[in-house]
């Protein structure tokens, strides 16, 4: 069955660097977009950033547009997110997602990892 297990969230300043990890198995990983999403306490799912299948386009919101980098490794299943110039209201549990087709700003509605939670201190 799909498995998507994310790491590398943790307790950061404002103004930090973390790199996430989501490594995926049960699915043929690199035929598949791949897409990071987060949950803020007390709100939805907010669609954060996608990969396509070879890696090649990449897509970002708005509010993380310069600061977090997507990218994969299809020899190793894993899709990476790269955050830099972290900001209080980035705190939030990061999911990846697998999808079929490119489509930004859409959240999948299944398919998803456990979480790893980033909380970033002002």
């Known amino acids: 069955q799909v498995q998507l297990v994310e790491s590398g969230g943790g307790l950061v300043e404002s103004g930090g660097s973390l790199t996430l990890s989501c490594v995926a198995s049960?699915?043929?990983?690199?035929?598949?977009?791949m897409t990071w999403v987060r949950q803020a306490p007390g709100k939805g799912l907010e669609w954060v950033s996608e990969i396509s299948a070879r890696g090649g386009l990449t897509y970002y919101e708005t509010s993380v547009r310069g600061r977090f980098t997507i990218s994969r490794d299809n020899a190793k299943n894993t899709v990476y997110l790269q955050m830099s110039n972290l900001k209080p209201e980035d705190t939030a549990v990061y999911y990846c997602?697998?999808?079929?087709?490119?489509?930004?700003?859409?959240?999948?509605?299944?398919?998803r990892g456990q979480g790893t939670q980033v909380t970033v201190s002002s």
């Open positions: 049960g699915f043929l990983f690199r035929t598949y977009v």
């Open positions: 997602a697998s999808k079929k087709a490119i489509s930004p700003g859409v959240v999948p509605s299944d398919n």
